[in-house]
């Protein structure tokens, strides 16, 4: 039996997830923002014994409070809200920084310093991150958005550092092209240009994703922390 908080779980990407990993014993919490009835349509899929909808922005204190507050007692938790705009930095406006670094940074240290506390004193429990391919690989448009994520990788570490030694496993995935409505509307041009960058000539799906995300959250991968697992088709490396 577990309780498990998935923020962006509204997105494909975060949905395929909790297709993957849910259970019919699991507690689970379904985070999203603006897409309530993509909510409902996964509640309803899942075999999970309790689901909970909780739809709000991240980039809001009070709201986040409250999420804050659901999340105690988690034994999983996956960060794969984000917000991600495009635009060169000096035409990006103080208010699409600041959501940016509260939505994909601030609301994961804040969950992450809830549900810790819990997980060492069980000794037990583990957390996924959801950086991007952005924090490798320099992508134009994507300075401020890029660099959040590259705060999550370090963040993973760091984190896990702290938190192995008494059983809680920190992890991150770092997806690359991935057919998602996330991919549409960051980038300006084509699916088929993009796969012009991937080794494997296709973009990634997100059950691809799910897959590596249900290992790392899994008895399997016992011994992996602090790890960041590239999913990108060969994109990052120009193969």
């Known amino acids: 039996m577990r309780k498990i908080l998935l923020t962006g779980a509204s997105s494909e990407i975060g949905a395929a997830?909790?297709?993957k990993i849910a259970e019919?014993?699991?507690e689970i919490i379904l985070h999203g923002f603006r897409n309530v009835e993509a909510l409902e349509q996964l509640r309803d899929e899942l075999p999970c014994r309790k689901t909970v909808?909780?739809?709000?922005n991240l980039a809001d204190s009070g709201y986040l409070s409250d999420l804050i507050k659901a999340a105690e007692g988690c034994d999983v938790l996956v960060n794969c809200a984000a917000a991600t705009l495009s635009a060169p930095l000096a035409q990006m406006s103080d208010a699409e920084i600041d959501l940016m670094i509260s939505v994909n940074l601030l609301a994961m240290i804040r969950l992450c310093r809830e549900v810790?506390?819990?997980?060492?004193?069980?000794?037990?429990?583990s957390i996924l991150n959801i950086s991007s391919v952005a924090a490798s690989r320099g992508v134009?448009?994507?300075?401020?958005?890029a660099g959040t994520k590259g705060f999550i990788e370090s963040f993973t570490r760091s984190l896990a550092a702290e938190c192995s030694r008494k059983g809680v496993r920190v992890n991150c995935i770092a997806p690359g092209p991935i057919d998602a409505g996330s991919l549409k509307g960051l980038l300006s041009y084509t699916g088929d240009e993009v796969k012009k960058n991937v080794a494997l000539n296709r973009l990634g799906k997100p059950e691809e994703v799910a897959a590596v995300a249900a290992f790392l959250l899994s008895e399997s991968a016992s011994f992996i922390v602090g790890e960041v697992v590239h999913v990108n088709g060969g994109f990052m490396y120009g193969l």
Request: proline share 4%; hydrophobic share 30%; net charge positive.
């Open 17 to 19: 997830i909790c297709r």
């Open 116 to 125: 810790v506390p819990g997980m060492l004193a069980r000794r037990k429990g």
């Open 53 to 56: 909808i909780s739809a709000g």
């Open 140 to 145: 134009r448009g994507q300075t401020v958005y």
């Open 24 to 26: 019919s014993d699991d």
